[in-house]
């Protein structure tokens, strides 16, 4: 009763194994027919997949153990690789990452001689009834009283003469092991694999009294209807004519190895003593887990655990080569990636001194970062201790030992003397004067000190308490109390939107009232920075702080949308947390005032959002007597959009300004300037993706790309390498920063400055290079724009010896014709040829140009500094014009001295940012901005010594 498909499938897997092996591709493990044209022998390319695969001899292979061809498809493959390689040009293909691996021949279990052929199973040989033997033809009762008396069911008929012992007998044939009685009766049997001298269950079988059955792999349950038994056609109820084929089938299943070869990713994820590895999904749940307790050879080498995906099918069919089930190979691509991410992962700084939040390392991270401060702690106490034997050894054997009345009589001389070793106009002079001031008080809580030295003991406070706290107490020098610094940097409560103590001390600082009409002229800026969501609550106030306040108007609006939408929804919505603060800043286009005065705590504003707040801020500092003449901001969507519905639509090809409504009756204009800075890393941006980095655009102009490529061939080659001049270089100041950039160098706006200039415009036609003329030109044209809308003090041309950094002096000026026609007209015709290439999509046809909104943004900057520079320069008292007053540096830098107030964390709460506004308003020029987007900004603004406006105080409770 042996069916005719497992006779043949029998007599296959005793053919012979190298004559199995001939028929099995050595690259990609899948079996071909040989068809009249005889396979070629791998050995043939060795030089390839000594290429492909990190050196691997093919001559190493052994004969009884690899296979010696390769199939029609992988031959076409490797002698195209050939080629390549002998022309010396890049290699890409689509073969396996690595060669599959093969085993020695063992009896019965061998992969390439135990095969089933995949497809549509060989047709069953007609058998008469006749010739069916007695035992094996199951009858049904034909009489009723025979159906009355043996009521057997249909499936029991065929099985009534398949006892237990049948069955361990045949399984017994297929290796194996009866292990006795489940629970519930059902017949247990197993398959165990030798490890050394251990055994395990590899396979377990249940056979029920029904003759149903179930397969456990590793305390998991498999039915007929999982995937990878469904594939092998095996029968729901096993029979005594297919018990053979049952037990054969499973028997030479393989079980799924997982992905094993991890265990530095292993060692490097496991926290503490835990026994396994759980590898979490992105969201939420466990992808795959750690799993011990088993012995896998491969490749040469023994591995005792593996990584098993949660949803591993577990039994491989003996129709495939793999070692793996589907699952478990899909997944091992995502842990290929994160051993590459622990393979390139910079090293953590835990010393002492190290910025990195301690919520970012582990526990035992976080011990050696304890460790290093414990020492850093003992080395201090003993510097300490060191230096004051040294000053008290000093004092001994240098000091001169004085009276009382001696003491008494040089303090009086120090109090009398008018002579001061300084010059005057000199820090030093002053704080000497300070002192000096301050020894001839009777009680040192009388001392009125000087505003500027209240603001530079402000700046040394809120830098670092502690550091104060040791200047003043350790007798040097006389400073002001913690006390009374507080009662002016808490001379009022920080709240969003126009805070009345603050437009008050704006119009303090700018002295509206005693300015010309022509240094009235100010323009406006706005700019949003990330704040660390979350509540905070507010001593001061009793309340929590950290929602989103987008002004009177916008609130109402947008708590109606919200009841709208909670009637229609009938579910209730929790208030908005901030995440960002929108900042507003005035900026004298004729003075150097520079004055933050509202901000909003939002999750970003939009366009509508916007206008509110804007025209408001307009409406309040023309009231308070400024002239505002521009708005500034960078390229955001919500502040084109701005532009677009507030501006007047004219013939130019961009709205660039609107009416100002609270000027004139409405008849003046005020322009809408997009921030250069912002521009120019847009327009690197847009380079770098051109042929480079994501690949995005294709820039294309005059038949000739303007690839990043051409800027880094230019920096390999400046290097002196290729022209035998190490060291001497023409572009200096490039650096692997310039070319290889990341999200935090793409913010920087010196490095888009320095690869966007006539520097490389030059080197690239030393280079001499013809494919490189349209991107020369591109350099030299957004260079020189560039220079013309970045005027930052009068001397600046002078000293850089460039006439493009000239203030502008005349409305004659040649610049203001250059950015009109020729700058405007290059970008004009740039997107006239993208858009008149022929047989390309739309989508295709805009990445041969810069972006839309890159170009959107230039042409208003261009249209707006053009028409409102000749009009500045006609007023009455106007010499000249820096166009630098029209970007958003100083917004920039505030910012940056936000952020330094917080340490490691960039991030304030909304209630340190209020804190720190008014910190910075008190201390002014004395705070540094040391980090920030803009480097290299100089403070033209000096500090002036003799300034005694008086600083704003907190009031006393009465």
């Not at 060291?727 to 920087?748: C, Q, S, V, W, Y």
């Amino acid at each position: 009763g042996v069916h005719f498909d497992m006779l043949n499938f029998v007599v296959r897997r005793k053919m012979d194994h190298r004559d199995n092996l001939a028929r099995v591709c050595r690259v990609c493990s899948v079996r071909f027919a040989i068809k009249g044209r005889k396979p070629k022998p791998v050995k043939n390319f060795k030089d390839a997949i000594a290429h492909l695969y990190a050196g691997y001899d093919v001559d190493e292979d052994g004969e009884s153990v690899h296979p010696p061809f390769v199939c029609e498809k992988c031959r076409k493959t490797l002698m195209y690789v050939q080629q390549k390689l002998t022309a010396g040009k890049p290699v890409t293909t689509t073969l396996k990452e690595k060669l599959p691996d093969f085993n020695p021949h063992v009896d019965g279990s061998c992969g390439i001689c135990v095969y089933k052929q995949e497809g549509r199973p060989a047709k069953k040989p007609h058998i008469p009834p006749s010739r069916v033997p007695a035992a094996d033809v199951c009858t049904q009762p034909t009489s009723p009283e025979q159906e009355s008396s043996s009521p057997v069911p249909a499936a029991d008929v065929c099985t009534q003469r398949l006892t237990d012992e049948n069955i361990i007998s045949e399984a017994c044939k297929y290796g194996y092991v009866h292990l006795g009685t489940a629970g519930s009766g059902a017949l247990v049997l197993a398959k165990y694999q030798a490890n050394s001298l251990q055994f395990t269950v590899s396979q377990q079988l249940h056979i029920k009294h029904d003759r149903t059955w179930e397969v456990h792999i590793h305390n998991k349950q498999l039915s007929v209807s999982d995937q990878p038994l469904s594939s092998l056609n095996l029968p729901t109820v096993v029979k005594k004519d297919n018990q053979a084929k049952f037990f054969l089938e499973l028997s030479y299943c393989t079980i799924c190895t997982g992905n094993i070869g991890y265990e530095e990713l292993l060692d490097a994820k496991r926290e503490g003593l835990a026994e396994t590895v759980v590898f979490k999904k992105m969201g939420s749940g466990v992808a795959a887990i750690e799993e011990k307790g088993f012995r896998v050879i491969e490749g040469g080498r023994t591995y005792d655990r593996t990584i098993r995906h949660v949803d591993c099918q577990l039994l491989i069919p003996n129709n495939r080569l793999a070692s793996r089930c589907d699952t478990c190979t899909g997944y091992g691509s995502t842990l290929r990636k994160a051993l590459h991410r622990l393979h390139n992962k910079p090293s953590l700084d835990l010393s002492h001194s190290s910025k990195v939040a301690n919520k970012h390392l582990t526990k035992k991270q976080m011990e050696v970062k304890a460790d290093d401060i414990q020492r850093e702690k003992k080395a201090q106490k003993n510097l300490v201790f060191k230096t004051k034997r040294q000053v008290k050894e000093a004092v001994e054997k240098e000091g001169c030992l004085v009276s009382k009345s001696q003491h008494t009589f040089l303090q009086e001389v120090v109090k009398s003397t008018d002579t001061v070793p300084f010059p005057e106009n000199t820090p030093q002079h002053f704080l000497f004067k300070q002192q000096q001031e301050q020894l001839q008080q009777y009680n040192s809580k009388t001392m009125r000190w000087h505003p500027m030295m209240i603001r530079w003991c402000l700046a040394i406070f809120h830098t670092s308490p502690s550091a104060y706290n040791i200047i003043r107490q350790s007798g040097f020098l006389h400073l002001p109390h913690r006390t009374t610094l507080q009662q002016y940097s808490k001379f009022t409560v920080p709240t969003p939107g126009f805070n009345t103590d603050m437009l008050r001390r704006l119009g303090e600082v700018a002295k509206i009232d005693q300015q010309p009409e022509y240094k009235k002229n100010v323009t406006l800026l706005w700019d949003e920075m990330k704040v660390k969501s979350g509540l905070v609550y507010c001593k001061t106030s009793g309340e929590l702080v950290g929602f989103t306040d987008l002004g009177t108007v916008n609130e109402e609006i947008k708590a109606f949308e919200k009841r709208c939408r909670e009637e229609q929804h009938g579910v209730e919505e929790l208030p908005d947390l901030a995440t960002h603060v929108l900042a507003f800043m005035v900026r004298g286009i004729f003075n150097n005032l520079e004055f933050v005065f509202a901000y909003y705590p939002c999750q970003g504003f939009s366009s509508a959002q916007l206008s509110t707040a804007v025209w408001e801020a307009v409406a309040i500092l023309e009231m308070m007597g400024f002239h505002v003449r521009a708005l500034t901001s960078d390229g955001a969507s919500p502040n084109r959009r701005f532009y677009k519905y507030n501006g007047e639509v004219t013939d130019a090809p961009v709205i660039y300004w609107a009416w100002n409504m609270y000027r004139q009756a409405g008849r003046e204009k005020i322009y809408f300037i997009c921030d250069v800075p912002h521009l120019i890393k847009t327009t690197r941006n847009n380079w770098e993706n051109s042929g480079s980095n994501k690949g995005t655009r294709n820039l294309h102009y005059n038949h000739q790309d303007i690839s990043w490529k051409h800027l880094t061939r230019l920096y390999h080659w400046d290097l002196g390498v290729e022209r035998q001049a190490v060291g001497l270089r023409l572009l200096h100041k490039l650096t692997e920063d310039h070319i290889n950039l990341n999200p935090a160098l793409r913010m920087r706006v010196n490095l888009a400055a320095q690869v966007i200039s006539t520097s490389v415009s030059h080197a690239l036609a030393i280079q001499g290079r013809h494919e490189t003329v349209s991107t020369r030109t591109f350099v030299s044209m957004v260079d020189k724009f560039f220079d013309c809308l970045n005027v930052k003090n009068p001397q600046q041309g002078r000293h850089t010896r460039k006439p493009d950094l000239e203030p502008y002096r005349s409305v004659e000026d040649a610049r203001f014709n250059w950015l009109e026609k020729e700058f405007l007209g290059f970008l004009d015709q740039w997107e006239r040829q993208s858009q008149a290439t022929p047989n390309m999509t739309k989508e295709d046809r805009n990445k041969l140009c810069l972006s839309k909104q890159t170009l959107e943004g230039l042409r208003i900057s261009v249209s707006s500094f053009v028409e409102l520079a000749k009009l500045l320069l006609q007023e009455d008292g106007v010499t000249f014009v820096l166009s630098d007053k029209f970007n958003q540096d100083p917004l920039e830098q505030h910012f940056a001295k936000q952020r330094r107030r917080c340490g490691a964390n960039e991030h304030p709460t909304v209630l340190e940012y209020g804190r720190n506004e008014i910190n910075i308003h008190v201390a002014g020029q004395m705070i540094a901005a040391v980090r920030g987007n803009c480097r290299g900004r100089a403070n033209d603004a000096q500090i002036d010594l003799n300034d005694d406006t008086p600083l704003p105080k907190r009031k006393r409770k009465r």
